[in-house]
């Protein structure tokens, strides 16, 4: 699936420039096509909004809930809102938008506890006058799979959040991206009939995306059942997720916990994803990168890659991960290219981390490939200065527990292994490590024991400069 990114992130992006010109046009002419929304806005509220709060002003509703008046708080059902999970809120969530967005002093979106909005793909477009606090203590919901889904809306992304400068989603709440009639599609991995794939549009949404923004923060909330990745940053700059909680079924397809993507600047702290693809996945363009005490699996570990497809250039640096369990997942740490590439991954380190039962717990792979016939390509995205420190638990061994499968033409260098101890997770038949053109030392004895590293530096690497990040 991640082979389309290339193409789909130049389809979006064109995307872009027509549907945020459209939202701005619906909610400055609301009686053209939703009188019902218009009633609930202006006239009487929804009988279940209470204490009842005068007709609201473009920045003014319900009083802060914690007594706080610095802030403009915004419910969103003083904008029409219903909340009953069948009643389409999004035209009462541009408004709130848009009072927000408009607001001179920052100010609070509020989804309240205990109601459901369903809200269709909507892109919440900034710069706004100052930050905005986004908090859902409610349920956010799209319409329910494909059947469901207008035709004229985006199915690659719902929730978007476009050039904000800042701005924090947090609360207690729930978003729930109701994923299972998309992840049925016959197009998905053998979903067809009699288990096989059909070919055709599979396009599903990614349930939250951050593009061109940045000072952001997401703290606090419980994110399930995306249709596709549960979150996506790109061409963001400094973003900070604390706290979340991620859970998708182990076989939902593609459903990334986070992925990031020319996006620096970032920490993602004490959070549990559970999901079927990549827990974390850092593409192309990332650099200052720390992820500290998170808890992974089921899924496919922590991913740095895949880079470099479409011979594309991919640079990657000081990526670091740790304090972190990772369990019953198909990777733990991973970094994967594919041949052809250009560019690098340097500076990587992977510390303190528990393996429970993973099936390739350290795995390097430069020939990252979706069909059986890749050729063998003389480029590759640079691998170096990759640090595995403490790094100790269980693996199943139907797979060697350190796998570094480096190319030809380009090896890895600068492998470090320090502390890592794996053991199979049953019986006692212990895998031998695999290295391919892996160079690199061990500071202390592993287990299992790693005697096919290469030492020293290769030749290739000493006569060329083929890292062509560094500037
Ligand atoms: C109100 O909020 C502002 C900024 O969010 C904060 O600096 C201030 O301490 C708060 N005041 C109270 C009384 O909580
Ligand atoms: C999609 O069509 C519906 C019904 O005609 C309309 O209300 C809505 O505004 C349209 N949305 C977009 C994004 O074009
Ligand atoms: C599915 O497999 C069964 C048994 O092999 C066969 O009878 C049936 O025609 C297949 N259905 C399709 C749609 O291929
Ligand atoms: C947002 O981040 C930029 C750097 O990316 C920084 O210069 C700026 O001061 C930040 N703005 C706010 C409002 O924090
Ligand atoms: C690690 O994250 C968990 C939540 O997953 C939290 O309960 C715990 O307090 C965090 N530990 C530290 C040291 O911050
Ligand atoms: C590609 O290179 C790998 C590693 O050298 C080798 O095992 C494989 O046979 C090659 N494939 C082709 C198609 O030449
Ligand atoms: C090897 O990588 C480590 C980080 O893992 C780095 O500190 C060190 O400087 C690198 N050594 C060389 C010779 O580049």
Redesign the pocket.
């Known amino acids: 699936m991640k082979y389309y990114y290339f193409y789909l992130s130049i389809l979006v992006f064109c995307i872009f420039f027509k549907e945020p010109t459209q939202a701005r046009l619906h909610s400055h002419s609301q009686t053209k096509h939703n009188k019902r929304m218009e009633s609930h806005n202006h006239q009487k509220l929804s009988y279940i909004s209470q204490p009842p709060s005068p007709p609201p002003e473009p920045a003014a509703a319900n009083p802060p809930q914690n007594g706080n008046w610095s802030d403009v708080n915004l419910d969103v059902r003083s904008f029409g809102a219903v909340g009953d999970g069948k009643t389409d809120d999004t035209e009462a969530f541009k408004m709130a938008w848009d009072a927000a967005c408009q607001s001179d002093s920052s100010a609070v979106i509020y989804v309240p506890s205990g109601f459901f909005f369903m809200i269709q793909s909507t892109i919440f477009t900034g710069p706004c006058q100052a930050g905005i606090v986004f908090k859902v203590d409610g349920t956010l919901e799209p319409p329910d799979g494909p059947d469901e889904w207008p035709k004229n809306y985006s199915r690659r992304q719902w929730l978007v959040f476009y050039r904000i400068n800042q701005m924090s989603l947090t609360g207690g709440g729930v978003i729930d991206g109701r994923g299972q009639k998309w992840w049925d599609l016959p197009c998905k991995p053998h979903k067809g009939h009699n288990g096989t794939t059909l070919p055709g549009p599979c396009d599903s949404p990614i349930a939250i995306r951050f593009f061109m923004s940045n000072n952001l923060t997401v703290k606090g909330l419980r994110i399930k059942n995306s249709p596709q990745f549960h979150f996506r940053f790109d061409n963001c700059r400094n973003v900070h997720v604390e706290s979340i909680v991620i859970t998708a079924p182990a076989l939902s397809p593609n459903t990334d916990g986070i992925h990031i993507e020319n996006t620096n600047g970032v920490e993602i702290y004490n959070s549990v994803i559970s999901n079927g693809d990549d827990c974390v996945s850092i593409g192309a363009g990332c650099y200052n990168v720390d992820i500290r005490n998170i808890t992974c699996g089921p899924g496919h570990g922590i991913s740095i890659g895949s880079l470099g497809n479409h011979n594309s250039q991919a640079c990657v640096s000081n990526i670091k991960v740790r304090d972190s369990v990772i369990k019953m997942a198909d990777n733990g740490v991973r970094i994967k290219t594919w041949q052809g590439g250009s560019g690098a991954v340097k ?1 990587v ?1 992977f510390s303190d981390i528990h393996m429970d039962n993973v099936r390739n717990p350290i795995i390097i792979d430069q020939f990252y490939c979706l069909t059986k016939d890749c050729t063998n390509k003389t480029s590759a995205v640079v691998v170096s ?3 595995y420190s403490n790094i100790k638990g269980t693996y199943n061994i139907r797979s060697p527990p350190m796998h570094f499968a480096c190319s030809d033409s380009v090896p890895c260098t ?1 492998l ?1 292994l320090s502390d890592v101890e794996l053991l199979p997770a049953l019986g006692d038949v212990v895998s031998d490590p695999f290295c391919w053109n892996a160079y690199g030392v061990l500071q202390t004895l592993t287990i299992p024991p790693v005697s096919c590293l290469l030492e020293g530096v290769p030749r290739s690497m000493l006569d060329n400069d083929i890292d062509s990040c560094s500037t």
């Open positions: 500076g380190t200065d990759i640090l600068n470090t």
